[in-house]
Structures are given as structure tokens and as C-alpha cells.
């Protein structure tokens, strides 16, 4: 992917397309336009309230609970996913490492090694499957789409090398219960803490460190980043290891939600996460994006998910919603940002003389 788009000027970066300064406060339809962060957020609240009064359970406490646990992958996968786009760069294979992870999670268990060995290693390989892609990346410079596409095909190969096409159940039940249960008497899974804890990790590294900030010179320019001092290649590969990591984190806790390790685990989940990420205001060229709006995104892609399971349509029909919503999240941010383009020129020349 490339990294040498631009922020588009009287825009910043963190705000995923906000206009900055006094003169924003008039802009009127051509700021509303640009802040896609504020349009999607808007635009899932509304998507959960019709949900909630159309659709037979959807706003029941129980199916609360299927909610979070159904988007716990999707969010935990693309908040560092978030930060990889944002560079220029793209990493498709956190569903294979999700997998493959998965598979060793499985065949340790069932070489009946204690589970408080099993998932620092999982974590420990998921974080050694992102240097893998990170080296092919930043090392030898290849295309961050290519190489992560050939990874996607080699670690969910070696899933079904190490576990084959079986599964390795019965987990101890003290984790197994804990990923599906609540806390306390509420009806919030306990899993929600650990999706709220690690987005606030990440909106902080994002928007508010000195990182966040190279993350996003290097996606808007990353020669122009090399003379201001980051070295965009250290700053890749060390998001790629955090990456992989994280998707390890979600192999362990689909494992455990399911009691169930399979070499097939989260199969097609980089779609929805990628979707999920761009129909958040995230920039598929880089240099633009914001957290909240990804967190939206990931909540609106799994609500509709959800609530045309619960209305029994098929899981082809459910790829095909995915498949459409990816395609808007490309063209609706940048038709946007043409109509607000357009709005702001034609105010320009006939504002005062």
C-alpha cells in the first residue's frame, strides 16, 4: 500500500477528517461531511435504537452479552489494525495468526501442558507471527498487502498442519466460564473489560504520545516523517508485533469462549475487521483516521451482524452485508470529502470581496 497521501490540508489527522479552527464553526453541511468520526458514531447509535425496536430479542440483556462476545474478536483485532492502516500499510493475515494460534493453543492442551504455560506461549507466538510479516515489510521492503496475503495462506496452513482438521475441547472451566460470564449480577460480560481497557491504551498511544503522532506523519508522508526524525521502519515493525500479538490475545479468547480449539478458527474474520476499520473514517492510503470512530464502526458492522442473525438470515447473505459495507467504507469517506471539497470552494468564491 502506498504512504505518500497527504493529510488533506485544514484537517487533522487524529480528528479522522474534523476542520480545525473558528472558521469551522461555519461550515455548516461541508464540516458535517468531513467529520466522518461524527457521522458514523450518529449513524450506529440510530442502527442500534431501530434494531432495538424492530427486531424480536435484539435489546435483551442476554443478547447483550452474545453482542459483546460476537465483537470481542473484531474490536480487540482492530485497534491495532487501526494504527498499521494509519502508516500506509495493511496486515491481512491477524485471522490466520488468530487460527494458528488457536491450533497450538489445542494441540499443547492436549499434551496435557497447564494452561498458564499454554497462553504466554500463544500470546508469544502471535507476537512472533507479526515480526515475521513485519521483517518480509520493513527489512526487505516488500508490499505490506502481498506479503501479508501470503502469510494469511502460510499460518492457516500450518494451523491445520499442527492440529489437523479436528478439534481439542475441554478447557478448564475456570476460563472457560470467565470469558462468557458477567460480571458481578449485571448483565456486561466480563470480556467488555478487557475490549474498554485495551481501547483506552490504544486512543491514548494514538492521539495523545509522541507515537501516535509518527504514526500518523508516516502515513501522510513518510520521507517528510524520515527528515522530521521517526524511522518509519522501526515504528512498522514493532506495530506489526503488536498486531500479532493482539490477534494471539483473540485466538486464546475464541478458544476459550467456545471451549473448542480448531485449525479453522476466525476464518474471514481480516474482512470484517478491515471493514470495520474503514467504515470507522479510517484512511485506506493512511495519514487520516481516529480511534472512536473505529470502535463505532466495529459496534455498527456486529449490531447488523447480530441483528440479521436473530431475523434467521444466512450466513452467505451475512458475508454479503460485510462485503458491501467494506466497499462503502472506501467510497463514502472520500465522496464526502469531495462534496465537502466542492462546498468549500463554491463558499469560497462567493464569500466577502
Given at each position: 500500500?502506498?504512504?505518500?497521501?497527504?493529510?488533506?490540508?485544514?484537517?487533522?489527522?487524529?480528528?479522522?477528517?474534523?476542520?480545525?479552527?473558528?472558521?469551522?464553526?461555519?461550515?455548516?453541511?461541508?464540516?458535517?461531511?468531513?467529520?466522518?468520526?461524527?457521522?458514523?458514531?450518529?449513524v450506529t447509535v440510530v442502527v442500534l435504537i431501530v434494531a432495538a425496536a424492530t427486531v424480536d430479542n435484539f435489546g435483551t440483556s442476554q443478547n447483550f452479552g452474545f453482542l459483546v462476545l460476537d465483537l470481542l474478536p473484531i474490536a480487540l483485532v482492530a485497534l491495532p489494525m487501526t494504527l498499521v492502516i494509519v502508516t500506509g500499510e495493511i496486515d491481512l493475515s491477524v485471522a490466520?495468526?488468530?487460527?494458528?494460534?488457536?491450533?497450538?493453543?489445542?494441540?499443547?492442551?492436549?499434551?496435557?501442558?497447564?494452561?498458564?504455560?499454554?497462553?504466554?506461549?500463544?500470546?508469544?507466538?502471535?507476537?512472533?507471527?507479526?515480526?515475521?510479516?513485519?521483517?518480509?515489510?520493513?527489512?526487505?521492503?516488500?508490499?505490506?498487502?502481498a506479503v501479508t496475503i501470503g502469510t494469511l495462506a502460510l499460518y492457516r496452513g500450518l494451523a491445520f498442519v499442527v492440529l489437523g482438521d479436528g478439534a481439542v475441547a475441554d478447557f478448564p472451566a475456570l476460563y472457560t466460564d470467565w470469558v462468557t460470564g458477567k460480571i458481578g449480577g449485571t448483565p456486561i460480560p466480563n470480556v467488555l473489560l478487557i475490549i474498554v481497557v485495551l481501547a483506552v491504551v490504544?486512543?491514548?498511544?494514538?492521539?495523545?504520545?509522541?507515537?501516535?503522532?509518527?504514526?500518523?506523519?508516516?502515513?501522510?508522508?513518510?520521507?517528510?516523517?524520515?527528515?522530521a526524525g521517526v524511522r518509519p521502519g522501526r515504528l512498522k515493525f514493532w506495530l506489526y508485533v503488536v498486531s500479532?500479538?493482539?490477534?494471539?490475545?483473540?485466538?486464546?479468547?475464541?478458544?476459550?469462549?467456545?471451549?473448542?480449539?480448531r485449525a479453522d478458527?476466525?476464518?474471514?474474520?481480516?474482512?470484517?475487521?478491515?471493514?470495520?476499520?474503514?467504515?470507522?473514517?479510517?484512511?485506506?492510503?493512511?495519514?487520516?483516521?481516529?480511534?472512536?470512530?473505529?470502535?463505532?464502526?466495529?459496534?455498527?458492522?456486529?449490531?447488523l451482524q447480530n441483528a440479521l442473525r436473530l431475523s434467521d438470515v444466512s450466513n452467505e447473505a451475512l458475508n454479503v452485508v460485510t462485503?458491501?459495507?467494506?466497499?462503502?467504507?472506501?467510497l463514502a469517506p472520500n465522496l464526502a470529502n469531495a462534496v465537502r471539497g466542492s462546498l468549500q470552494r463554491r463558499r469560497h468564491r462567493t464569500g466577502p470581496r
Open positions: 500500500m502506498s504512504a505518500d497521501t497527504s493529510v488533506v490540508p485544514g484537517q487533522s489527522p487524529a480528528s479522522g477528517g474534523g476542520v480545525n479552527g473558528g472558521s469551522s464553526a461555519s461550515a455548516g453541511v461541508a464540516g458535517w461531511l468531513g467529520n466522518w468520526t461524527t457521522a458514523i458514531i450518529a490466520s495468526t488468530l487460527g494458528l494460534t488457536s491450533a497450538v493453543m489445542g494441540y499443547l492442551w492436549n499434551n496435557n501442558q497447564p494452561i498458564e504455560t499454554i497462553i504466554p506461549v500463544c500470546l508469544l507466538l502471535g507476537a512472533v507471527l507479526g515480526a515475521i510479516n513485519g521483517f518480509f515489510v520493513t527489512v526487505l521492503g516488500l508490499p505490506s498487502l490504544f486512543g491514548v498511544v494514538l492521539h495523545a504520545t509522541p507515537i501516535g503522532r509518527a504514526v500518523f506523519a508516516v502515513g501522510a508522508s513518510e520521507q517528510a516523517a524520515r527528515f500479532g500479538l493482539v490477534a494471539g490475545l483473540a485466538g486464546v479468547l475464541w478458544t476459550l469462549r467456545y471451549s473448542s480449539a478458527n476466525g476464518a474471514g474474520l481480516e474482512l470484517a475487521v478491515v471493514a470495520a476499520v474503514l467504515l470507522g473514517g479510517v484512511s485506506i492510503f493512511g495519514g487520516k483516521g481516529a480511534l472512536p470512530g473505529v470502535i463505532a464502526g466495529v459496534v455498527l458492522l456486529a449490531s462485503g458491501v459495507l467494506l466497499i462503502v467504507s472506501v
